[in-house]
């Protein structure tokens, strides 16, 4: 079992930066890939970043891809999600993940979710 807690989310405006971090839970952070979600309102949850338990691959949505950045630390049990020039349609509730299902791109199935953290960008 893996619990996941999400934090940095807020208020920014277009153009600004957020760092969110994901703080697990259990001895076995390393064995798993983590990930980012968001969901805005009245539409689907849709992945953002993910990577992988040791950290050498990453993959982005199309959409972040240049502007935020994936990382861990497995010492800390923590993933982040730097997230730079920031635009109103990055506005979402962002969720953390964990699995150990990752293929690459955006084939990613995760078995453990956090309870989100909003970032609202103003334009």
């Known amino acids: 079992q893996v619990q996941l807690v999400e934090s940095g989310g807020g208020l920014v405006q277009a153009g600004g930066s957020l760092r969110l971090s994901c703080a697990a839970s259990?001895?076995?952070?390393?064995?798993?890939?983590m990930g980012w979600f968001r969901q805005a309102p009245a539409n689907e949850r849709e992945f953002v970043a993910a990577?992988?338990?040791?950290?050498?691959?990453?993959s982005y949505a199309d959409s972040v891809k240049g502007r935020f950045t994936i990382s861990r630390d497995n010492a800390k049990n923590t993933v982040y999600l730097q997230m730079n020039s920031l635009k109103p349609e990055d506005t979402a509730v962002y969720y953390c993940?964990?699995?150990?299902?990752?293929?690459?791109?955006?084939?990613?199935?995760?078995?453990?979710w956090g309870q989100g953290t909003q970032v609202t960008v103003t334009s």
């Open positions: 990577i992988s338990y040791s950290g050498g691959r990453t």
């Open positions: 259990g001895r076995t952070f390393s064995s798993y890939a």
């Open positions: 993940a964990a699995g150990i299902r990752y293929y690459g791109g955006s084939h990613f199935l995760p078995d453990y």
